[in-house]
């Protein structure tokens, strides 16, 4: 199982939007996929139209009750090969219980060990600070995923993000490796999107992944279908752009 | 002094934004302006050309040091009546500080007591979280804008947000009200838009303001400069928007 943590300091960068349609993308392909939110908001479970507050039980149960294995959370989604280990606000508080338990940063390692054959992919949506919750989707990564808006504000932060991640890979997850920088919200044709995204490429070089994602309205109308882009609009720029980053993360050749 | 925290769970909504831009249109209007960068982004530092990692000393220092007054670290910004407290990285130390201080949630508020003379509002701008830091900028504040995005994501955290406020004036500051909702990045044209603020307008009634900020490449392009939009582009939408908000803010009647 490759496990991808979507994360980033910066908010409204589409850390969810890139969980869910990721997830979605690659579920579409065929492999079995496992998306985890791990934000209280609970909006990557929102966004298959799942409500977090009918869930009597989340990942926050797994995370702070080891009688409570991954399984019992599952959800499934509208996609067969896509499920879904849903959030909601309660998992604001295990932040206090995690601080009290042995090996605090690797709980969420531990809990996914035992489900490695069960899914090709998982896909781990973080909230937009640097919890321990956060620490422990970093720790049960071996890849991470930062969306970074083509904005100046989300870039003044990436040097920040990059190098909490070298913290964490020397301090706690020495597998830990940047899959890529994903330029999002990319608006066509400003010269703002387009100068960050030269600067990004001359200062990031091969770190900054192929796929853009451009922004479209009908990735934010989505959510509110409760669907990912694939199935709510499949011809939509944004969902072509979400299915070739989940072929540009497959390392197959991008059809372009 | 009227301190008002802008403040929203859900990232990049606006806040940072809303605060600088806000800031510096009352400061244009001849009030005596304050704008705390309560952030370890540092992104409202950020937005008035200052470089947090060249601060020595920040507000991080005010609230861990009783001993480094306010006045220490005060930056004038480009605007004569508006003066900045920035922050940068090392302010995220401050949430493990604050755990061992006395009466921890109201040390902020201590810090601005003496200064109630000396300004006419302080704006502070949050971070995307609910931390002990977020709850001293709450409990430092005597009104609060949550700045929220027309998108379905952000309209499902709002109800969550404002529990917590309510939580917030109960056990914490019974003097914190909200002085409103502001919807920001209001996509002209956009059916979704339009269908949003009008679910918010019947929903939360007189709680949204009636000043509402339109998407505009310029607002996202005056921080490059290390500008608020007011002397950035003056004649800009955005800034006829959030000079409007200044107004509406101030209770004068608004010029529509
Ligand atoms: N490419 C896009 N085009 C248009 N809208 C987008 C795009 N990507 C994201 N959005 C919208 O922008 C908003 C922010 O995106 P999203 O919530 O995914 O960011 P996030 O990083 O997860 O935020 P948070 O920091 O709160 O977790 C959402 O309302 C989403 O619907
Ligand atoms: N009305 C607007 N029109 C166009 N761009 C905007 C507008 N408001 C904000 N932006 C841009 O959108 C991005 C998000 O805004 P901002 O950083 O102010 O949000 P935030 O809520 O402070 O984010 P965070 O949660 O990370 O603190 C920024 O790049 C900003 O420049
Ligand atoms: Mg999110
Ligand atoms: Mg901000």
């Given at each position: ?5 979507i994360t ?6 589409g ?12 579920a579409l ?6 998306l ?9 479970t ?10 009597n039980?989340?990942?926050?149960d ?5 009688d ?9 989604s509208?996609?067969p ?11 604001s ?13 690797h709980v969420l ?13 998982c ?9 321990l ?49 994903l ?26 992944l ?21 199935t709510?609009d ?7 752009e ?9 390392y197959?050749?991008i059809?372009?």
């Open positions: 199982m490759r496990t991808i943590a980033n300091l910066k908010g409204g960068c850390k969810t939007t890139t969980s869910v349609n990721l997830a979605a993308a690659l392909k065929g492999y079995r996929t496992l985890i939110d791990l934000d209280p908001q609970g909006h990557a929102l966004g298959f139209g799942i409500i977090p507050e009918n869930r039980r989340t990942i926050y797994v995370i702070t009750n080891p409570v294995p991954l399984q019992c959370v599952l959800v499934q509208n996609i090969k896509l499920i879904l280990a849903p959030s909601n606000v309660l998992l508080g295990a932040e206090a219980a995690l601080m009290k338990m042995q090996d605090r940063e390692m531990k809990r996914l060990e035992k489900y490695e054959r069960y899914f090709d992919y896909i781990i949506d973080c909230s937009p600070s640097l919890s919750l956060t620490l422990n989707a970093l720790n049960a990564a071996t890849e991470v995923i930062v969306p970074v808006q083509t904005h100046y504000y989300s870039i003044e932060g990436l040097k920040q993000v990059l190098e909490t991640l070298d913290i964490v890979r020397n301090r706690f997850n020495p597998l830990l490796h940047i899959r890529g920088i330029l999002t919200l990319a608006e066509q044709g400003t010269v703002l999107c387009k100068d960050i995204e030269n600067q990004m490429r001359s200062y990031f070089g091969q770190l900054i192929k796929t853009v994602i451009h922004r479209s309205i009908r990735l934010a109308e989505a959510p509110g279908a409760g669907e990912s882009i694939m709510f499949p011809k939509n720029q944004g969902a072509k979400y299915m070739q980053l989940a072929e540009e993360i497959c197959e050749k059809r372009l």
